[in-house]
């Protein structure tokens, strides 16, 4: 990887985005309202990045895994070269907790804090996947509430977002709204 770059790609559930610079990728995006907003989400971890339609091995090969999950496939992401600069050392522990729950599984936000140590740590636990810069790849969709409730996703389209990747993956199964839609 030989410069920084953003790039936008179609996945099923929208034009997803990804960063990268020299160590890894920077940043992932899922859709926003607009291409625009997905470039300026993605920028805000690489300023000024200008945009391209291509990818460098290894980014290609998330841009595929992340399509593949888009349509329920179960791609593996360990490896995957994330550059953490900036992220500090609670955040890595809650990302590498989190990057270990499988398609079709969920935690809780307490299960991660007591594997951390304390279930005080709940709340931390949120607002360090709340920053994830690597949505999808660190897959925080995967963490809910206690009684299962979808709470605390901060991505484009909030709890939605979270509900439709989970069904994607088979840890929801369709609810009456799917039973209209069909």
């Given at each position: 990887m030989s410069h920084t770059s953003v790039m936008l790609f179609e996945t099923?559930?929208?034009?997803?985005?990804?960063?990268?610079?020299?160590t890894g990728i920077r940043a992932v995006s899922f859709p926003e309202v607009?291409?625009?907003?997905?470039l300026a989400r993605?920028?805000?971890?690489?300023?000024g990045?200008?945009?391209?339609?291509?990818?460098?091995?290894?980014v290609a090969g998330i841009v595929e895994g992340i399509?593949?999950?888009a349509d329920g496939g179960s791609p593996d992401f360990d490896g995957a070269p994330l550059d953490m600069t900036g992220v500090g050392a609670f955040e890595r522990d809650v990302y590498r907790l989190t990057a270990a729950i499988k398609p079709g599984d969920t935690r809780t936000y307490g299960q991660l804090a007591l594997d951390l140590g304390d279930i005080s740590l709940s709340r931390?636990?949120?607002?360090a996947l709340g920053g994830n810069p690597f949505p999808i790849v660190i897959p925080c969709h995967r963490?809910?509430?206690?009684?299962?409730?979808?709470?605390?996703?901060?991505?484009?389209?909030?709890?939605?977002?979270?509900?439709?990747?989970?069904?994607?993956?088979?840890?929801?199964?369709?609810?009456?709204?799917?039973?209209?839609?069909?």
């Open positions: 099923a559930i929208g034009r997803c985005g990804i960063a990268w610079g020299e607009n291409d625009v907003a997905t993605l920028r805000r971890r690489v300023p990045a200008p945009e391209t339609d291509t990818a460098p091995e290894p399509r593949a999950l931390r636990v949120g607002q963490v809910i509430g206690a009684d299962g409730a979808m709470i605390g996703f901060s991505a484009p389209g909030g709890t939605e977002t979270k509900r439709t990747l989970l069904k994607i993956e088979g840890a929801l199964g369709p609810d009456l709204f799917d039973m209209i839609k069909l």
